[in-house]
């Protein structure tokens, strides 16, 4: 099993994270291994090649992104060695004629003379500015291309989503991630979970990304729950003992009382009422006396799941404990939170309850990022949303484009051309720095070439669109941030990586720093992204003596 | 780690499938387990309950969906345990005063007394008709809905969405899976690869599939292999041994003069073409010259990338190799696709070798069902699509709604109900048979109550719309298939899973069965799923004792 390539020094923490053993080199296009042996065959083994890892457009028709997946590639370097089975499954593959010295160098093959920079992960990212540049021999940066795409992709297009749905939502809202049925498999779903925390999310119903990531969970009952309570002989047991204290109470005995109150109080019709639903409430109760909160949609949220929770939570309320609220999962989310809402203030006043008025009502039916702008317009008395499907799937676009390019070898600045200029790299090494203006607001991402000194705050920046000449700015920055880091090289981890909960904060405070007409959701504005002048004339320098000259006929 | 919960029996074949350790009871919603909690508490964790696993709707606007992902639920049973690091996270998770009791009885907890039933994996399944039956302790099988939800929706979705692929290009269409760098992470990659070689297509790129699921694999090369051969002193070897004989011959000579001959007869611009393009060609067909396909749009097909293949094919060909052909990944796939073929067809009939008119086109860039579609009817020279994106994400619909409904508890027939009739669910424990009628296509498939009598072949069977009274028809059929088997009771694993191939074949055959109507990409016309009488009486009764009666005033 390929579990043996771990490396044995991993932490407990890092042998929860990679739990996926999925995770190797073997994991990739074939046409990585084809040219790794074309590479080696050709002599090009040791040739030194840069790369770089990178978007084109922004997702979801927005204009910023998240950048996600970083620890996991660093961890795919760590453990990054051909098994002898990997070894013996290639030469099935690859013709027969394959010179056997091949698979000697892939046995051989590491990650030594690899060196990856990166921008830290959770920053706010955008088109065109490398996520990852590597740099080594060129079979071997070559080989990285398929996971490390398919780990950043995914994490930075989920965590950018959960970002929408939070800025959607607002910063009071409490959001639930509730997508694991609905995820592309296992890990979809565990990769949802971890990247929507990293987004914004106060949680997920995951328990096992609770217990691997260190998220909070959260859950209470399905319908299926209320519909297993027939009436109340399916409730065996129906005591429950007072808060702070010994004495034992005929909790259903004490339900059936206040629904009897509620009922003249309020001339709801007691056959109209759910018998297995209170039932289910009961048994809830009794089980989460601290965390009762119902889902009160199985029959009839006004005639039933309403005066049904009322009762159950006025008997919670008369022991000593706190009730928490209700769960809509169907229906006109706006309309009945702002029903069980007046219900609840109308308890509150009768009874002199004051906290009933504030009960959580959470809302949970196929929610996306259009409906919370929508319930918003709408007003609505929501606390917290249980998203699942649109969040995990990214339904409104399930894939980020990033690219994995050559940009130099054997010290040459290579470039793809394309005939759409978005689609043209930008060749050779690159620094990158984000300028910042009063406020520490975010101007501007500048690319440079690696050996200009880095824009110095206070200093006036000379700022080019790389492919429109006469887009030029000068930027004066209060503040100059370097967006890479060595996170790799000479075969070690060069960074402390931060936890989960670390990289959910710099998730928060990078977006801090980008200003709001970026962030919004209806046509946001485009934030800038520039090279120096000495890139600028580099690049098209290389553009010109590289494109096609046309004939005119 | 959690490898220690798989079972030592699994056989080599199974540790492959079950790479992915996250299944395990911990990965689903908390909601299970606080219910699992309250049952348990409530004395009702021996109810025996009787849950379907079924879907609303198909997919992508079609008329029909395949079946997938039923062996991993059955490896999900067969590890089904709860570890003690497991029980030791919900004691945190769940609250302080939660009765110790409840932890033995997870860790006790075993699928044992459960029994599922399921239709075989691959068949094409249709709405309403559950795909998983299970039956046993309420908690228990409560437990498994996420789960089980998970491994099934991804899996039938892109299983069916490769069928679609595979319908509307045809038979003839060599298809390949080239999705992994944009799939939901690792695990999302592999599943893809699985099931879309269950699906009909012909392989993958992914190396890790190939490997773990015996799947074929292709690949070749990418622009940066082209870009990263500079010029010809890029080509430090250049030697190849003709075929069949020990001589070596300098390839790129012979590239070269056939690059001449071929300036000479079709008039292209030497100038025109890229050095470094050339070089990578042949680079790759002295590594490859049994399977020289080259991409050929690094810098423009026409003036470059056709000549300088055809070049190095000519060059192959001389020496006794057959080349393969092209890849197009960029511009106008029908265009650029009719431009190679008369290419090579004039190159065929000029040097008189046939076999150069029918070199494989390979196209890759961005395509789905609709582009297929589209590039029939300008009619186009592709023999193969490579697909990625569309395929893998499903973009067209990203999820699949399976649900999981008690329909019985203790012998007691439960109905959810709902305002949309096609959400209420069929209650009670069932049975179900595909009905075909001439020429062995399948007319119908009955849903019936378990203890009725199954329909016989060449008797009339009465079959009803479940909701709709007045839709009935007698039907007769000329074979009667029973749609259900045991896959797991008594603890154990009750028939033998097919193979991966042996499932693709399922899909294949099961697929032959179904009219040609339902499965047209445009407005295809439903298949019909009826209820016998007595199952639509028994459910009648029931939706009408259950149903709240309105009030008019």
Redesign the interface.
Known sequence: ???TNSTPCCSEND?HHN??????P??????????A???W????QN?V?G?DLYFRKNPFQGEFTIFAGLEECVKYLKKFHFSD??IE??RT?L?K?THPGFFDYLKEMNVNSVTMWAIDEGTVVFPKVPLIMVEGP?PIV?LL???F???V???SL?ATNAVRFRLAAGPDMTLFE?G?????????????SRYCYMGGFDGT????A??LYDIP?????????V??F?NFE????RQLKKKDSDEMVDFLELCLKWQDTLSNEFGFLKD?VSEGELAAFC??A???P??FLALID???VV??GLPNFCAVALALHEIGYIPKGVRLD?GDLAYLSHTSRKMFQVVAEKFNIPMFAKLTIVASNDINEDTIHSLNQQTHQINCYGIG?HLV???KQ??L??V???VE?NG?P?I???EEPEKISIPGKKCAYRLFGADDIALVDVLMRDNENPPKAEERVFCRHPFQETKRAYVMPTRVEPLYKVYWKNGKVQQNLPTLREMREKTISSLCHIRQDHKRALQPSPYKVAVSAKLYTFMHNLWLDNA?VGELS
Chains 1, 2 share one sequence.
Do not use: W
Not at 26 to 35: A, G, H, P, R, V
Not at 41 to 44: I, N, V
Not at 234 to 237: E, H, Q, V
């Open positions: 099993m390929s579990l042998q739990q996926n053993v999925v995770v190797q073997l994991l990739t296009d074939l046409y990585q291994i084809t040219m042996y074309s590479y065959l050709s002599g090009k040739d090649a790369f089975s990997d499954y290639l593959v013709p004629h060129l070559q291309e398929t996971c795409l398919n780990l992709n995914y994490a989920v509730f694991l049925r609905r995820a592309q498999g296992p890990d979809g779903g565990m990769s949802a119903s995951n328990v096992l609770g217990k969970v959260q859950g209470t009952h399905a319908h299926a729950f519909n297993s027939i399916s409730l065996k047991y109209q048994s809830y009794i089980s989460f601290d965390a199985t029959y009839d005639k039933s169907s499907t799937t990214c339904q399930p894939a484009g990033c994995f390019k050559l070898i040459i290579r793809k051309l394309s096609p």
